[in-house]
Nanobody, 128 residues
Framework: QVQLLESGGGLAQAGGSLRLSCTAS???????????MAWFRQAPGKERNFVAA????????EYEDSVKGRFTISRDSAKKIVYLQMNSLEPEDTAVYYC??????????????????WGQGTQVTVSS
């Protein structure tokens, strides 16, 4: 069974940086290289919200407004990893971050309603 696995979360100070990684176990080629991937986050007591997405071939990226200019999503198809580089972190970025995969082949982006595969999440805590 294919699973998405996040890593790289932890504790950072405001203004600092973290890089999250998302890999897959199982049939990794089918899981990654032909699908749009995304990161979502969920803060305590709040809904899970979109953060960033990248198209299946890496040509298109999309960001939630509050992270534009601070976060960068990228993918390495050879290594089958999706990254979320987070700079200039703010306490408001504290959340559990989830990696997600779009359900359709060759999409340029995704939304929560299109995701059919989620990781288990990794905690990011930003102190002021």
């Amino acid at each position: 069974q294919v699973q998405l696995l996040e890593s790289g979360g932890g504790l950072a100070q405001a203004g600092g940086s973290l890089r999250l990684s998302c890999t897959a176990s199982g049939r990794t080629l089918d899981t990654f290289n032909n699908y749009a991937m995304a990161w979502f986050r969920q803060a305590p007591g709040k809904e899970r919200n979109f953060v960033a997405a990248i198209g299946w071939n890496g040509e298109r990226t999309e960001y939630e407004d509050s992270v534009k200019g601070r976060f960068t999503i990228s993918r390495d198809s050879a290594k089958k990893i999706v990254y979320l580089q987070m700079n200039s972190l703010e306490p408001e970025d504290t959340a559990v971050y989830y990696c997600a995969r779009d359900r359709f082949l060759y999409a340029s982006s995704t939304t929560a309603s299109r995701v059919n595969m989620w990781g288990q999440g990794t905690q990011v805590t930003v102190s002021s």
